[in-house]
């Protein structure tokens, strides 16, 4: 008799192996198929909508709000995507350690806010004071800060996908969630359960949302459809979707989950896009909603769909790329596994002389950095800050393969642009540190490539 697979093995034999990794798949092997008796109620407010001509179009939906131009999971970042046209708001919740909802992606503080500690272990009253290390040093939210800020007139519109992480403890997580909810002011526009949904990434979490906010509505994240399916049953007839953009691209598999979904009245969201072409594909295949970084972007994407420019060059070479690309695992000989660098560059002189703006400068490289190609794709791989610990620096933080010789060219181009070129030149002081000087400093010769 053929044994039978686990749902560890089943859930690995089906996904690409750089989309999951081992600890995910842990936790989402340990669900019980319980489902509630009552199931979760419909969010037909996060459907497509109507665009001027007439067609459905997919909503904007803000990734950590205007993640690609400001301090991501920041009220910074909320208002600006509302003023930008997103239509919702995408966001992480992690626990403090008095439980407290507050609005993390990482449960680890050190990559926003540049602090090794874990957020599960920091009280309210101690997050309630450190900044992100990222301009303009913007303070860490709480969900119910989040929620007032929905109060205001123009925010009357906008609804919240929770991604709910899954570092706490269910019961506890869905429970302080009700209680921020509870601690919310009022929603003016319509009650807080036709503006919220609960992202949840496994089925585990069903009972504790029935229990503690049975008036909401849910929505399963994902890399896999396979995984996905379980959700796509009469035991729970309502629940939404928030896929993985690459698991949606894969061929017949991805589109037919996204009309088995719509078939059965479900909204599909696709996370993370951001670029222009890819975004276009989503509107080509009728997904309900774009979960992106760069919402001016997305802004513009659509109303050029809907004046007629819907040419999409994606060629068959990068959809496979994109499906497929895989990292490099460690051990594999003559090859590196994860890679994570650090770059500085030190404009602190011409700064403090008042020659050279370190912002413009730190937009720039948001701006330009390519990954894969492509601008406006930094996602997490490439992070882009200025360190609260000195005055004039750039930081970036590269966790795949990144040339300090190409940091090096794009600091030129920019000192080009600002007519800085006959002024300033890029130093190399020491690996991955560079420094802008002016010509008449000495030791010329220090200056060096630095991959």
């Known amino acids: 008799m053929q044994q039978s697979l686990s749902l560890r093995d089943r859930f690995h034999s ?13 936790k989402l092997s340990q669900d019980a198929d319980q489902y509630p008796a009552n199931p979760s109620p419909q969010a037909s407010w996060t459907k497509a909508i109507k665009s001027v001509s007439g067609e459905q179009s997919p909503q904007i939906i803000a990734h950590r709000g205007y993640k690609s131009k400001y301090p991501e999971n920041t009220m910074l ?15 992480d919740i992690h626990l403090s350690s008095d439980n407290i909802a507050v609005l993390s992606h990482d449960a680890s503080l050190k990559r926003c806010y540049g602090k090794d500690k874990l957020v599960a272990n920091c009280d309210w009253d101690y997050l309630s004071t450190i900044h992100t290390l990222a301009a303009p040093h913007e303070p860490m939210p709480r969900l119910v800060d989040l929620l007032g800020f929905l109060t205001r007139p123009e925010c009357r519109d906008i609804w919240v996908l929770l991604d709910i992480k899954m570092d706490d403890d269910p019961t506890v997580m869905i429970k302080s969630i009700s209680e921020a909810i509870a601690a919310a002011p009022k929603s003016p526009s319509a009650p807080w359960s036709k503006r919220v949904v609960l992202g949840i990434w496994a089925i585990k979490y069903l009972a504790p ?79 309900d909603g774009i979960i992106t970084d760069d919402v001016g972007k997305l802004v513009d994407t659509r109303a050029a769909w809907e004046a007629g420019h819907r040419k999409i060059k994606i060629s068959l070479r990068n959809h496979l790329f994109t499906i497929w690309r895989k990292p490099v695992a460690k051990g594999q000989k003559g090859k590196q596994g994860k890679i994570t660098k650090k ?96 010509f008449n400093v000495t030791n010329d010769d220090a200056e060096e490539d630095d991959e």
């Open 14 to 26: 089906y996904v690409p192996r750089f989309v999951t990794n081992p600890e995910l798949a842990d």
């Open 77 to 91: 970042a909320f208002q600006r995507a509302v003023s930008s046209g997103a239509h919702a708001l995408e966001t």
């Open 209 to 287: 949302c029935a229990t503690y906010l049975p008036d909401y509505a849910l929505s399963n994240i994902g890399f896999s459809t396979i995984y996905a399916r379980r959700f796509l049953t009469p035991k729970t007839p309502n629940v939404t979707f928030n896929m993985f953009y690459s698991t949606l691209m894969m061929p017949i598999s991805g589109p037919r989950f996204i009309e088995d979904a719509h078939r059965s009245g479900r909204a599909v969201y696709a996370w993370t896009v951001n670029d222009q072409d890819m975004m276009k594909w989503f509107i080509k295949h009728g997904v």
């Open 343 to 438: 770059f500085v560059i030190n404009a602190s002189q011409p700064a403090n002389d008042k020659i050279f703006d370190v912002s413009a400068f730190e937009k720039f490289l948001h701006d330009k950095i390519k990954v894969d190609g492509r601008v406006g794709n930094l996602g997490d791989n490439i992070v882009i800050s200025q360190p609260s610990s000195g005055e004039g620096k750039i930081e970036v933080v590269a966790h795949q393969d990144f040339s300090g010789r190409y940091l090096k060219y794009l600091t030129k181009k920019y000192l080009k642009k600002q007519q800085l070129r006959d002024w300033l030149r890029v130093v190399s002081t020491s690996k991955g540190v560079y420094e802008l000087r002016f």
